[in-house]
T-cell receptor, first 113, second 111 residues
């Protein structure tokens, strides 16, 4: 297994457009997390899945953001009507059953122009 | 509100120096503390600490936790240019064990 993968690695979009990112966690990891990281800051939690159930969402996650994890495998994060303030690195991480450590993917860098 | 604070914010050292990075925390229901190294992309897991006073080591990196004083340190001995990165400290919080991160310490190792 090669670790957590994310696609695309970079996305440039115009304000108002919708974007969707994909995350493939490490196989057999039942927990999946999305974080957002801006320059000079640590990652900030967005949302969390245990298997296919979305169990927690941050207050940072406005109604323009939606995440899914159908069948408890890969996950998608969609941002509708993007704004310049959405420009950030979007990181996905997964964690094994009973484990606390999280393993991160390479991230998707979003630039909204 | 759960809080993780790292210091210094940035550090420039010469190759071969030893550095100490600090992380203090205020969280409810503390269970563990994690250190990550972030180069140009995703954070890479280094250590997880759960018990006070037990040092974790991996090569030139070592870390220790003090649960009474609510802090951890990460030591890097004989630094190399490849150690240049942002070092992040994080604490799992809440029922989801989401990670609350500090802002990181940016380490630059020069020749």
């Amino acid at each position: 297994d090669t670790g957590v993968s994310q696609d695309p690695r970079h996305k440039i979009t115009k304000r108002g457009q919708n974007v969707t990112f994909r995350c493939d966690p490490i196989s057999e990891h039942n927990r999946l997390y999305w974080y957002r990281q801006t320059l000079g800051q640590g990652p900030e939690f967005l949302t969390y899945f245990q298997n296919e159930a979305q169990l927690k969402k941050s207050r940072l996650l406005s109604d323009r953001f939606s995440a899914e994890r159908p069948k408890g495998s890969f996950s998608t994060l969609e941002i509708q009507r993007t704004e310049q303030g959405d420009s950030a690195m979007y990181l996905c991480a997964s964690s094994p059953p009973g484990g606390v450590e999280q393993y991160f993917g390479p991230g998707t860098r979003l630039t909204v122009t | 509100e759960d809080k993780v604070v790292q210091s210094p914010l940035s550090l420039v050292v010469h190759e071969g120096d030893t550095v100490t990075l600090n992380c203090s925390y205020e969280v409810t229901n503390f269970r563990s503390l994690l250190w990550y190294k972030q180069e140009k992309k995703a954070p890479t897991f280094l250590f997880m600490l759960t018990s006070s006073g037990i040092e974790k080591k991996s090569g030139r990196l070592s870390s220790i936790l003090d649960k009474k004083e609510l802090f951890s340190i990460l030591n890097i001995t004989a630094t190399q240019t490849g150690d240049s990165a942002v070092y992040l400290c994080a604490v799992p919080t809440g029922t989801a064990s989401k990670l609350t991160f500090g802002t990181g310490t940016r380490l630059q190792v020069t020749l």
